[in-house]
């Protein structure tokens, strides 16, 4: 049946760079996507350190992109702020810990508690949570925020996008 196709994902169009470097000519698949090649990422200026204090979070327009940069316990987080679920503005939701069905040995349900470390997004559209280090959701792994660099240089902070 005509020849093989071979994709790159590393990059997704939209979500960090990414341009179209050619078409599959292959018959069998006419026009679809050969593959993908990333552009140069650059370093762009959110704010200043102090402009973004430990639980905050900034939404700002990054190269046509909505990104969210948050701060949790020191560390820095970057994502597109859109749900994979329905397009929502999943990072303008709640932070919360992730909560653990606590389930005896015996199978009885002995209720719920919080995953102190694990720090979680909800999206405030439906509810979908992501958690915060990874961008995750925790029942299907195919659900995922588009994660970004975020970085402090000299008081200032940083994505890379």
């Not at 760079?17 to 050619?22: F, I």
Request: proline share 5%; aromatic share 10%.
């Amino acid at each position: 049946m005509g020849g093989s196709v071979s994709f790159s994902l590393a990059a997704i169009p939209g979500n960090s760079g990414a341009r179209l470097l050619a078409s599959n000519k292959d018959p069998y698949y006419k026009d679809t996507i050969s593959y993908w090649e990333e552009e140069p990422m650059v370093e762009i200026r959110v704010c200043a350190s102090d402009e973004l204090s430990d639980g905050d979070t900034r939404i700002q327009q990054v190269g046509g992109i909505e990104l969210a940069i948050l701060r949790e316990q020191g560390e820095l987080f970057a994502y597109r702020n859109l749900c994979p679920h329905q397009g929502g503005p999943a990072c303008e939701g709640v932070r919360m810990p992730r909560v653990i069905e606590v389930i005896a040995a015996d199978g009885a349900y002995r209720g719920k508690r919080f995953a102190d470390d694990e720090m979680q997004i909800i999206c405030p559209w439906h509810g979908y949570a992501f958690d915060l280090k990874t961008g995750v959701n925790p029942i299907d792994g195919r659900l995922r925020l588009a994660k970004f660099e975020a970085f402090e240089r000299d008081g200032e902070i940083y994505v890379v996008a």
